[in-house]
């Protein structure tokens, strides 16, 4: 079973940021307001995820790392219209596969926290340990058992950048959880919970001020589509398509089709040649988007590409072209 988890891991694991982006997630659809994330060299040598959500049973500790055990998921139904940022459980143990591993939790109800180790695949015994009401999971020494994935991390600062990148564009989707992250020892980034989805003072905290200033905020909805969130004017716009946010019902992804109608919007309105900045939310009834399509879920399949493009392109453009009106 180790092998098939490691071989799963190649999949799911690519780098320090895929295991934090695995583990945050985890948080999240537990509930959590607040995640801190404690890294040193890279994430390489040490990723430390401390959630407050709401726990996880120490009977259930050996389950959550074990193959196909997801408790987001009860029928081939719900994987339709799946909420949850995880679902197919197969991350934890992924990562407990090529690192060594702990998980420690404990519920509100629970009167004791306990912990599970798991080393490079071989699981420990469940342990007694006091630990506060969430969970906090420790991935040390990333591949350490498998020199042949090891040998592809790049450099302290470039997986670093990786992990502040994602973290970036969760922030941005999630400005209700606060984010504290700290790298070999020191504060790096802080970014505050203010409780108010969507005020747009993240964008600020995330993009920068000029960003925030030069926004402009779209909010529309037709035909079962909504998009909402900021394009920057053009004043803000960019050289290379560095600050482009995408989410599909709060999911971070990529789609070269609605990429193509933001930007086509933009030249179209504007002028040509530079790139348009922008956080935009897409939201849709989970059923008319497969978000089963890559196991990363950077992807997702819209059951009709043609309509959502040409949304997103008519209420950009119209929201662009009213500016210069
Ligand atoms: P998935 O997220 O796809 O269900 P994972 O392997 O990421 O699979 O996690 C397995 C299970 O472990 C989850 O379904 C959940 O029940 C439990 N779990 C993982 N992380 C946490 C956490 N931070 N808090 C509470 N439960 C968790
Ligand atoms: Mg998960």
Same mark, same amino acid.
């Given at each position: ?36 994330? /404690? ?13 407050? &959500? %709401? ?21 081939? /139904? ?7 940022? %995880? ?20 519920? /509100? ?32 020494? +990333? ?17 670093? %950048?990786?992990?502040?990148? @994602? ?24 970014? !505050?919970?203010? &409780? ?28 079962? +589509?909504?998009?909402?969130? @900021? ?31 933001? !930007? ?62």
């Amino acid at each position: 079973d180790t092998l098939i988890n490691q071989i799963a891991a190649g999949e799911v694991v690519e780098r320090p940021a895929s295991v934090v982006k695995e583990l945050v997630e985890n948080a999240l659809d537990a509930g959590a307001h607040r995640v801190d994330i /404690d890294l040193e060299e890279g994430g390489v040598r040490l990723i430390r995820i401390r959630d407050d &959500g %709401g726990g996880i049973a120490a009977g259930e500790l050996p389950l959550a790392v074990s193959r196909h055990a997801t408790s987001k998921i009860a029928s081939l /139904d719900d994987l339709e219209a799946v909420a949850t940022l %995880g679902f197919r459980g197969e991350a934890l143990p992924s990562i407990a596969s090529v690192s060594r591993f702990t998980m420690s939790s404990r519920r /509100d109800d629970d009167a004791h926290g306990a912990s599970l180790q798991v080393d490079g695949g071989n699981l420990g015994e469940v342990a007694p340990k006091p630990h506060p009401r969430g969970t906090t999971v420790e991935v040390r020494d +990333l591949f350490y058992n498998v020199p042949a994935r090891r040998k592809f991390l790049r450099a302290e600062r470039t997986e670093l %950048g990786h992990i502040e990148e @994602w973290l970036r564009s969760l922030a941005l989707a999630r400005p209700d959880v606060e984010l504290r992250v700290s790298h070999n020892g020191k504060p790096s980034r802080r970014y !505050k919970g203010d &409780g108010q989805l969507f005020s747009g003072e993240r964008l600020g905290e995330t993009l920068g001020e000029e960003f925030a200033k030069h926004a402009l905020r779209i909010e529309h909805e037709a035909a079962g +589509l909504r998009l909402h969130g @900021w394009i920057a004017q053009p004043v803000y716009s960019r050289a290379s398509a560095d600050q482009q946010y995408l989410y599909v019902n709060g999911r971070s992804i990529r789609d070269r089709s609605v990429a193509h109608a933001v !930007k086509q919007a933009y030249a179209d309105v504007l002028f040509h040649g530079r790139q348009p900045a922008y956080v935009l939310f897409l939201e849709l009834d989970p059923t008319r988007v497969d978000v089963n399509v890559h196991p990363a879920k950077h992807e997702v399949r819209f059951r009709d590409a043609r309509l959502v493009h040409d949304f997103v392109y008519r209420t950009l453009h119209d929201a662009l072209a009213e500016t210069r009106a």
